[in-house]
Structure formats: structure tokens, C-alpha cells
């Protein structure tokens, strides 16, 4: 096995999103959850990517 501690990893993008949208269901704003806008009260508290 090689140790190879000498490598530099790439710089992610931002992503510009803007202000949160307001929840279709309840109207309050939304939250960037597994890159795209979910609101978490009305979906539960169990989303997320560990999930599915």
C-alpha cells in the first residue's frame, strides 16, 4: 500500500441559490436539504441522505 500524503484536493464551486422559497404547504421558508429545497416541518424530521 502506497502513503501518498502529497496531492491537493480541487476547490468545490458555490453555488449561488438566492433566498429560500417559501414552503408551498405552510408558506414558511424552505431549507437546502441533499441539494434542493425541502421543507422540513411539513416532510418530518427524518429527511435527509441517510434516509432516501
Known amino acids: 500500500m502506497v502513503d501518498?500524503?502529497?496531492f491537493e484536493l480541487p476547490e468545490l464551486p458555490i453555488i449561488d441559490k438566492?433566498?429560500?422559497p417559501d414552503c408551498p404547504?405552510?408558506?414558511d421558508p424552505m431549507a437546502w436539504i441533499d441539494?434542493?429545497?425541502a421543507?422540513?416541518?411539513c416532510?418530518?424530521?427524518l429527511?435527509?441522505?441517510e434516509t432516501g
Open 47 to 49: 429527511l435527509g441522505p
Open 4 to 6: 501518498d500524503d502529497d
Open 25 to 27: 404547504i405552510c408558506g
Open 18 to 20: 438566492g433566498p429560500p
Open 43 to 45: 416532510n418530518g424530521e
Open 39 to 41: 421543507c422540513v416541518d
Open 35 to 37: 441539494g434542493d429545497w
